[in-house]
């Protein structure tokens, strides 16, 4: 069954510091791979997804993820993080095929002043 | 447009119990996912319907079962509450399948006492 790892639990940053959440995926033939954002209090939202093409994917708040197949990663970064970029971003992978998007245990991202 | 809405938003049950959560999709939306999402486990898949028909199922109990309607609200059932249950559900709602972009709703905090 397809798995979901994010390494680190809890990620503590300044503001305006770069900042990258990783996420591993069990291999499989064929993945699409999203990242999603959780303020608190809230459901989700999507921020940017992986289907094909570009391994570069954008984001508009300036988040950005690379699909990694060899290293079967698809880490999350950002070159500046804002106060307003405090949230918990979990990683899914879709397995081509199955409509079962599997998460990860998510990241809580803390930007501090 | 009106995003996902849920029903209600916070419960309170007791052990032995059973509840009925709701869930309106996006207008035009056809596929119904519902997720439980706790401290401990995360984001786990419960179920995901399309058309009225259930597609796919994560592994849960039996006592976890839902059904969707023709105008693609969905409902979801937990019979024999048990305290383990206590738990955030949300439903997400896509145009056909998980592979696009999956709209969450704010979800519904059952705590079972």
Redesign the interface.
Known sequence: AQSVTQLDSQVPVFEEAPVELRCNYSSSVSVYLFWYVQYPNQGLQLLLKYLSGSTLVESINGFEAEFNKSQTSFHLRKPSVHISDTAEYFCAVLEGGSEKLVFGKGTKLTVNP | KAG?TQTPRYLIKTRGQQVTLSCSPISGHR?V?W?QQTPGQ????LF?Y?SETQ??K?NFPGRFSGRQFSNSRSEMNVSTLELGDSALY?C?SSLE???Y???????TRLTVT
């Open positions: 996902v596929s996912s997720y995360g984001l786990q898949f995901e399309f597609r796919n994560g949300l997400a399948a998980a592979i972009e999956q709209y969450f709703g704010p979800g």
